[in-house]
């Protein structure tokens, strides 16, 4: 097969796939605690051809010998945007935002601790009467000891302060029953998206280095708000309107080679 | 003998390796820090054309004069010769990410010159790039975005432990109190460097080696913005239309040269 309708084609393939992480941004912009992808492109392989054997005769020449032919292009990585989204007051007690970058809650998924920026949380109810602090899905909260926050159900209120303690009101009473367990993404990029508003460690990785605890000094929570999705709208549809166009002139390059080969299969009518 | 049968022939083939050139840079319009590719035509070495006869002088007894004139060169064919990268500045666009640097050139001493980032591909060698989409690796590691070292001014990859820094306009990167000068180098021509994949460029055999960027020249490094390809699409489509339409009168050429065959082949010497 032609070269050039290979390299068209390769490229619409990657283009397909920047359009699908453009089209995932844009179905997230109202999720709580969502940080937008950014793809970017690189080239891909270029091929030495030596198409002169006779270098002697090659007068004037401005490049090395031979001549470099390029494969397209490909999607080299995706980045995680992690700047912050904006905040909204939600006046519910258990809404809280992370004021600083790089922060996460943690959540006890099927044994695993996993990652979230998303903190609409809830109680539900545990065993022996008990309430526990759990995600939208269910999935417990853990605290800053590493163990779920529980607490017995016969309460009157509850908040969250500044610094992540939970405090709990029965009676005239308020103490501190639990505290968040916060801790700070050293290196962001290598966790991978769970789906469901989580974060994970790649498989086999340690925390250590990539994530670290936070003290509870240097904690700081905003609680009856929740931080929204970090999608820049505007942003979005640029990319998408040039990811589009690519794609056509890729089309396009695919349909000027089709047609030269139509050309070379009339040689002979 | 037909001798422009041929020459047709490298005429279609020399126009499709344009047009493998020019959808390669269209595929890469936008690929940060491509820069395309101009495919540009030679001639096949000429030949000298020589008619060999003789003359026949009306004497008594009959003479013949050689001949030996020459009639003139003929070149038969047309080949890609070389692809010449073109290193103008991309447009630079504000992306917001942190380890996204892009390089603005300014004023360059020479007429050809490029200045680069410099990076570490997989067998350890020097490499440079004008990719400034970076990344930080698990180890702390700036790298490029397919995980090659990015290099500092000593030729050691740059340790940024996390993933705050700052980098100033002349390159250097600071992170937790400590300042890193990125390695930029500056070629004086640039078309001695042969382009190696995902963005990278080598220098050729009998390149002159690069310097540091930072005597000679007054490059910027931008953070939080990248270089984009200088493809012009739209001067890549009119190229590729121009290239399918030479195709196209070589393969008219090729098939008149056919018909006037058919009619050798088929009505000479025909018993009616």
């Known amino acids: 097969m032609n070269r050039s309708m290979i390299q068209a084609s390769v490229t619409m393939g990657q283009l397909q796939n920047k359009l699908d992480l453009i089209g995932n941004n844009l179905a997230n912009t109202n999720t709580t605690g969502y940080k937008s992808r950014q793809a970017n492109f690189a080239s891909l392989l270029v091929q030495q051809m030596d198409n002169l054997d006779d270098e002697k005769a090659e007068t004037g020449r401005l490049t090395p010998d031979g001549i470099r032919v390029g494969t397209g292009a490909k999607l080299a990585h995706t980045n995680l945007d992690l700047s912050h989204g904006s905040l909204k007051q939600t006046g519910r007690e258990l809404d809280v935002a992370l004021m600083r970058d790089n922060d996460l809650f943690q959540l006890e998924v099927d044994g695993q601790t996993q990652y979230t920026r998303a903190g609409n949380f809830y109680l539900n109810p545990a065993e022996n009467g008990q309430m526990e602090l759990t995600n939208a899905d269910g999935f417990r909260v853990l605290g800053a000891d590493g163990e779920p926050i529980v607490f017995d159900g016969d309460m009157d209120g509850i908040t969250i302060r500044e610094d992540g303690a939970v405090l709990v009101t029965r009676g005239r009473q308020q103490t501190v029953e639990g505290r968040l367990g916060i801790v700070q993404a050293i290196r962001p990029r290598m966790l991978e998206a769970d789906g469901a508003n989580r974060f994970r460690l790649p498989e086999g990785t340690p925390a250590a280095g990539i994530l670290e605890a936070v003290n509870q000094n240097d904690t700081q929570i905003k609680s009856r708000t929740l931080e929204d999705s970090n999608v820049d709208i505007s942003q979005q549809m640029t990319d998408l309107l040039m990811a589009q166009r690519a794609y056509q002139f890729n089309a396009r390059s695919i349909s000027t080679s089709d047609q030269m080969m139509g050309l070379v299969n009339q040689l002979r009518t | ?210 310097v540091n960027a930072r005597t000679t020249t007054n490059v910027k490094v931008q953070q939080g913005a990248l270089e984009g390809s200088n493809v012009d699409p739209a001067k890549t489509m009119t190229e590729m239309m121009n290239t399918y339409r030479s195709f196209e009168m070589n393969q008219r050429v090729l098939k008149a040269y056919d018909q006037s065959l058919e009619k050798a082949v088929t009505e000479i010497a025909r018993v009616r």
Do not use: C, H
Request: proline letters at 5%.
């Open chain 2, 1 to 210: 003998m037909l001798r422009g049968f041929y020459t047709a022939a490298s005429g279609m083939m020399a126009n499709q390796r344009r047009q493998e050139t020019l959808s390669n840079n269209m595929s890469n319009a936008y690929t940060p820090g491509y820069k395309a590719d101009q495919g540009t035509m030679r001639a096949f070495p000429e030949m000298l054309l020589k008619e060999i006869g003789s003359k026949q002088i009306p004497t008594a007894n009959g003479l013949n004069l050689p001949i030996n004139k020459t009639v003139g060169s003929l070149n038969t064919g047309v080949y890609m010769q070389e692809t010449v990268p073109d290193f103008s500045q991309g447009d630079v666009r504000e992306t917001g990410i942190g380890t996204d640097l892009a390089l603005i050139n300014g004023p360059l001493p020479d007429e050809n010159g490029a200045v680069f980032f410099n990076v570490q591909n997989e067998n350890g060698e020097l490499r440079y790039t004008r990719n400034g989409n970076f990344t930080v690796d698990g180890e702390g590691f700036l790298t490029t975005n397919q995980g090659y070292y990015v290099l500092d001014a000593n030729g050691n990859p740059v340790q940024t432990g996390g993933m705050d820094f700052n980098v100033a306009e002349d390159g250097t990167l600071t992170v937790a109190g400590r300042a890193i000068p990125l390695g930029l180098s500056y070629t004086a021509n640039a078309n001695q460097l042969i382009k190696n994949g995902s963005g990278l460029f080598e220098p050729g055999e009998d390149a002159d080696a690069l």
